[in-house]
């Protein structure tokens, strides 16, 4: 066999096995204590929404949803610790709270049945989770003073309040469910729907929201995905680029081939892809001209190829 053909065949092992070493994603969704019955109802809501939509996404993913009495500390704990025996390096992990929280100036906690939890022991939780490549999604009231406890490198995080002092009920979570229903989020036309793209989905449907009713908003959505800093409302300066690259959902032509095992290879090739050239954006004002022009073809080369087979 010619040298080239070897190399060849050993790129095709090396992506197959990649695939297979980071196949699993695991979702956590909480809806906590709603304190009356129209929250109560929301909070599960959305809860069960976000359970449909990803155990949709067929083999691989991996959801667990505590919602009513299930909605205790004890039973996150319980559940984290699962994941946290199952998942492997290479896969990802993302947990989404919904409900109230609050802050007293030094302290997040998240509303719960019984005892609340505080942002420092969710992500301890996390913590011990192995998964490389993480996201939290806090969609309560006062979430942005849960932020700092939050930030870790190689983990995203998303808070529907800028700080802890905006403690108004917010309506992110129904926006952030929603963007997982409409194409349109899929802003790139990638048949996916990262976590960057549900994120501005959601702004910008929140901002719409209190523009529509006359109200001062009392939630500014922001995150962080560097570990370090301040938390930022749009990407730029090199925040944004783990969220970009972080896929909640695939859709059409994608969903049908993750789910057929002939092509979750070439979808598993095409992200990788579409993250490279995302993270060659990010870092084009730091590269030489000819460097980034050049690395750039050849990836999108490699995407229209990966896109031809996909295709037929």
């Keep these: ?9 050993t790129v095709v092992l090396f992506c197959a096995l990649a ?10 969704i909480v809806a906590g204590l709603g304190g009356e019955p129209d929250y109560d109802q929301r909070f599960t809501a959305a809860a069960k929404d976000l359970e449909r939509i990803f155990t949709a996404e067929g083999p691989g993913v991996h959801v667990y949803a505590l919602m009513g009495a299930q909605a205790t500390a004890a039973q996150l704990r319980e559940t984290m610790g699962s994941v946290a025996r199952d998942a492997k390096a290479d896969d990802s992990f993302a947990l989404i709270l919904i409900g109230h929280g609050s802050y007293d100036g030094v302290e997040y906690k998240f509303n719960l049945v019984g005892p609340d939890m505080t942002a420092a022991e969710i992500a301890s939780l996390c913590d011990h989770v192995a998964a490389k490549r993480q996201l939290i999604v806090d969609t309560t009231s006062a979430s942005g003073g849960a932020l700092p406890a939050f930030e870790k490198p190689g983990r995203a995080v998303i808070a529907a309040t800028k700080s802890g002092t905006e403690k108004n009920a917010t309506v992110f ?9 409409d194409p349109s989020t899929d802003a790139d036309k990638s048949d996916s729907i990262s976590a960057m793209e549900a994120f501005n989905y ?28 301040d938390p930022v409302r749009e ?19 994608n969903r049908q081939a993750v789910n057929d095992p002939a092509k979750r290879t070439l979808i598993e090739q095409k992200e990788d892809l579409e993250q490279k050239i995302d993270t060659l954006k990010y870092q084009k004002a730091a590269m030489d ?8 073809t050849d990836a999108l080369l490699q995407l229209a190829k990966v896109q031809e087979e996909l295709d037929k």
Excluded: C
Excluded at 1 to 9: G, L, N, P
Excluded at 235 to 253: E, K
């Design 19 to 28: 695939a297979q070493a980071r196949a699993a994603t695991y979702y956590v």
């Design 235 to 253: 990407a730029g300066n090199g925040q944004g680029q783990l969220l970009a690259s972080f896929t909640l959902l695939r859709l059409g032509v």
């Design 173 to 181: 979570a129904r926006y952030w469910v929603e963007a997982l229903q």
């Design 1 to 9: 066999m010619k040298r080239a053909q070897i190399r060849a065949w």
């Design 289 to 296: 001209p000819a460097d980034y022009k050049s690395q750039l």
């Design 202 to 229: 959601a702004t910008r449907k929140t901002a719409a929201f209190y523009d529509s009713q006359k109200r001062l908003a009392t939630e500014h959505a922001v995150f962080n995905d560097t570990g370090a800093g």
